[in-house]
């Protein structure tokens, strides 16, 4: 139905090859898109770089977004290799982890910053040096989880993140839609990667998930990878803001 072959693609928090990111790669890389990929830090590398490589990735860079001069340097990278960005995919999130599973009313004001500012504030300044090279338009998209709206059990402080980042994919879309810039949040329901295991009692939360969708399935890296391409298309055009939920139907079920 739709294809990326000219399209240019920054994903931005592949970790392996269970990642929500490695999915959206994934999918863009078989619509025909061109990928810049980064991975963490040395230790992430060994990890991401065969995954990147195994897609033909035109950058594969480190980015640290709490490290000063990196998101710069790929950006930069990004503009001397391809002079223009067309679609962004940011899936990264942090916390302190004694504040994250700690009660939300007791987190501190350190991790609370530290958290908003990997999970949040990163997609503005990714959104703020994609627009210049987004000059034919383009979509920004990021990964929430239905703890934005809903008490998740041992989802904790990463709920009210979360809807601070849903909250900025509504405004950034509403400031860039008259540049033909769109910006959406994926929201798949629970899912095994590495990362969400860090949260308490996880195995407990999949289960609990699979038997209260209305599909009895989980969501997979594929599911979102679709989602994502799709997004990212020229028949998406003139979708934006939304959030989006890739679930099986889990967030319908009060």
């Known amino acids: 139905m739709f294809k990326l072959q000219d399209q240019l693609a920054l994903v931005?928090?592949?970790?392996?090859?269970?990642?929500?990111?490695?999915?959206?790669?994934?999918?863009?890389?078989?619509?025909?898109a061109k990928l810049a990929i980064t991975y963490l830090n040395e230790r992430a590398e060994p990890h991401v770089r065969p995954l990147a490589e195994s897609l033909g990735a035109d950058i594969i860079a480190p980015l640290d977004v709490?490290?000063?001069?990196?998101?710069?340097?790929?950006?930069?990278?990004?503009?001397?290799?391809?002079?223009?960005l067309d679609t962004l995919v940011h899936s990264i999130a942090f916390?302190?982890?004694?504040?994250?599973h700690g009660r939300v009313v007791d987190c501190s004001a350190e991790g609370f910053a530290t958290a908003m500012d990997v999970s949040?504030?990163?997609?503005?300044?990714?959104?703020?040096?994609?627009?210049?090279?987004?000059?034919?338009?383009?979509?920004?998209?990021?990964?929430?989880f239905y703890g934005a709206e809903k008490v998740v059990e041992n989802y904790n402080i990463m709920g009210?993140?979360?809807?601070?980042?849903?909250?900025?994919?509504?405004?950034?879309?509403?400031e860039l839609g008259e540049k033909r810039i769109r910006v959406h949040a994926l929201s798949p329901g629970p899912l095994k990667t590495r990362a969400a295991s860090g949260i308490g009692h996880f195995d407990d939360?999949?289960?609990?998930?699979?038997?209260?969708?209305?599909?009895?399935?989980?969501?997979?890296?594929?599911?979102?990878?679709?989602?994502a391409a799709f997004l990212a298309s020229r028949e998406a055009a003139n979708v934006t803001g939304g959030v989006h939920q890739i679930d099986g139907g889990y967030s319908i079920i009060g």
């Open 12 to 32: 931005v928090g592949v970790a392996n090859d269970q990642s929500i990111a490695w999915g959206c790669a994934k999918a863009l890389h078989e619509q025909g």
């Open 66 to 84: 709490s490290v000063p001069g990196q998101l710069e340097a790929v950006f930069d990278e990004i503009t001397a290799r391809w002079g223009r």
């Open 95 to 100: 916390c302190p982890k004694d504040d994250l």
């Open 120 to 144: 949040v504030h990163s997609f503005l300044r990714m959104i703020r040096r994609a627009e210049p090279l987004m000059g034919a338009g383009g979509t920004c998209m990021t990964v929430s």
């Open 160 to 174: 009210p993140v979360k809807s601070a980042l849903e909250s900025v994919v509504r405004y950034a879309a509403a």
């Open 205 to 227: 939360l999949l289960a609990a998930a699979a038997e209260r969708a209305p599909t009895h399935l989980l969501a997979s890296i594929e599911d979102v990878g679709a989602f």
